[in-house]
């Protein structure tokens, strides 16, 4: 079963904090991952975009990495700051005849001063 | 350039009634995919047309349809709305061929729908 899961659920950290999300995937055959940023009450944004043969992708202060090999990705944000609190929604594109787009459930990050 | 639009941005119904929803696409874009969105589900997908033919379905019964016009404008209808059905609608529009493909989808603000 195609399928796309986030760790953790949600997170708390202190402003100016690093924090790795984490991404895992069953889907086949892979076409590219990707990582949206949604604020509460808004639609996501996208943050990256990877295809199979890129490891690192870097947008600012967010880095996304992808290991196509054991099916993981994760996105790490430094020096977080009070407008990063949002959902972080991991997306894996399924490739072949019907493109389609496997959504995880979302880490929802908090940022406290 | 202006982004995703959606209206109406708020609606509540009720039960057994029927709504439709609206999107307009980023110019020039002609893939538009539609979402529903809940707290315990999350993100799943429902349709994507592109050049006013649909290309892709999710696992939706068919009270949920949509169609695209001309001009890439989009629109939802929910027939026989239920509970269940109370959810925040994404449209997002993309400027390649599908919604799995590598080109950038941009979300609108979305349409909150509640149903009682």
């Known amino acids: 079963k195609n399928q796309v899961e986030q760790s953790p659920q949600s997170l708390i950290i202190l402003e100016g904090k690093n924090c790795t999300l984490q991404?895992?995937?069953?889907?086949?055959?892979?076409?590219?991952l990707r990582w949206y940023k949604q604020d509460t009450g808004r639609g996501p944004v996208s943050l990256t975009i990877?295809?199979?043969?890129?490891n690192t992708k870097s947008n600012g202060r967010y880095t996304a990495t992808l290991d196509a090999d054991t099916k993981q990705s994760s996105l790490h944000i430094t020096a977080s700051q009070l407008s990063d609190s949002a959902s972080y929604i991991c997306?894996?594109?399924?490739?072949?005849?019907?493109?389609?787009?496997?959504f995880g459930t979302g880490t929802l990050l908090a940022v406290q001063p | 350039k202006a982004g995703v639009t959606q209206t109406p941005r708020y609606l509540i119904k009720t039960r057994g009634q029927q709504v439709t929803l609206s999107c307009s696409p980023i110019?020039?874009?002609?893939?538009v995919s539609w979402y529903q969105q809940t707290p315990g589900q999350g993100l799943q997908f429902l349709f994507e047309?592109?050049?006013?033919?649909?290309?892709n379905k999710g696992n939706f019964p068919g009270r949920f349809s949509g169609r695209q016009f001309s001009n890439s404008r989009s629109e939802m209808n929910v027939s026989t709305l239920e509970l269940g059905d109370s959810a925040l609608y994404l449209c997002?529009?993309?400027?390649?061929?599908?919604?799995?493909?590598?080109?950038?989808?941009?979300f609108g603000p979305g349409t909150r729908l509640t149903v009682t």
């Open positions: 997002a529009s993309s400027a390649g061929g599908t919604s799995g493909s590598v080109f950038e989808q941009y």
């Open positions: 991404c895992n995937y069953t889907v086949s055959p892979f076409s590219n």
């Open positions: 990877m295809t199979f043969s890129e």
């Open positions: 997306v894996v594109s399924r490739g072949g005849a019907t493109n389609k787009l496997i």
């Open positions: 110019s020039g874009h002609r893939s």
């Open positions: 047309y592109f050049s006013e033919t649909q290309r």
